[in-house]
């Protein structure tokens, strides 16, 4: 039987990652395609973000149970199913199957933006910890890709916003209280269900061995 309660869905370390980064990539994508463009501060972010998509990647493997990439990246069946025989009606534990690919496009997205910055150029006083050591072709195309997909990830992001609000007005489900919270309303307990377990100290120390990463990654160049 299924029963509705206040459960937590989303540990404190994937909320301190969405907010930390949401902030900081609005701050990188407004600044980076204003008029003026990238200060250097831009390169300091950067490697924030860096740190922090290091971490969640490690986070979906060792994190808590919504947190895991096997828990949200499910079979095209799985999506089909929630789309076609209308399962979209029941509230998900995490990630919905659609969400949890776009969320993986998003991650990714990001991932190709931080790499990429790290052999940026912009032969002025800019430049990623990593351009000294190619070539000036490869430099080019490193700036490309960076400018490139910065757009894809405004529109990825602009769509992950049309979705939730579309949640909340069409649906009446609101994701962002548990985004803040951890805690839903809305999700059913169903039977033989994994707790979302906080696991502070593996959290710190993952988050340790990422900025340690981007610590090195810098200071050995
Ligand atoms: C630069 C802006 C943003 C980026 C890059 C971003 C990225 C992400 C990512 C990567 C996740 C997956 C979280 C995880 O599993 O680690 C996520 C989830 C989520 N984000 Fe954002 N986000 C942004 C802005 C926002 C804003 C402004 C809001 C609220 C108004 C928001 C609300 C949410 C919610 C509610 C979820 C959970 C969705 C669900 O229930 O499946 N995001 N976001
Ligand atoms: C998610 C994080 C990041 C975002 C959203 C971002 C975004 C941007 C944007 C929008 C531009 C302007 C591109 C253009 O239209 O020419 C830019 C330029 C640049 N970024 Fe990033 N960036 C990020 C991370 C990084 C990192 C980690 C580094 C290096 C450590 C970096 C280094 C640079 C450099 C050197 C430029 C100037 C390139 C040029 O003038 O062609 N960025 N970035």
């Known amino acids: 039987m299924n029963s509705q309660h206040k459960i937590k869905i ?33 390169i300091t972010i950067g490697y924030c973000v860096l740190g922090l998509v290091l971490f969640r990647m490690l986070w979906g493997f060792w994190g808590s149970i919504t947190a895991r990439f096997s828990s949200f990246l499910r079979s095209p069946s799985s999506v089909i199913n929630y789309f076609i ?7 998900t534990f995490g990630h919905n199957p659609l969400g949890g690919y776009a969320v ?53 992001i602009l769509i992950h ?19 803040v919270t951890g805690y839903s309303t809305d999700t059913k307990i169903t039977p033989g269900r994994r707790e979302v377990k906080e696991q502070p100290k593996r959290a710190f120390f993952l988050a340790a061995a990422s900025a340690l990463i981007v610590i090195l990654l810098i200071y050995t160049q």
């Open 104 to 156: 993986a496009a998003m991650i990714l997205s990001i991932v190709v933006q931080v790499t990429s910055g790290l052999f940026c150029d912009d032969d002025l006083m800019l430049s990623g910890a990593f351009s000294h050591l190619t070539s000036d072709g490869f430099t080019s195309a490193a700036n490309l890709v960076h400018a490139i997909n910065s757009k894809v990830l405004l529109a990825l």
């Open 161 to 179: 916003l049309a979705a939730i609000t579309w949640y909340q007005l069409v649906k009446k489900q609101n994701l962002i209280k548990p985004m």
């Open 10 to 42: 989303w540990d404190i370390s994937v909320r301190i990652f969405h907010w930390t980064t949401s902030g900081l990539i609005s701050y990188q994508l407004f600044t980076g395609l204003s008029k003026e463009g990238p200060s250097d501060t831009h």
């Open 85 to 91: 025989k209308n399962q979209r009606t029941k509230p």
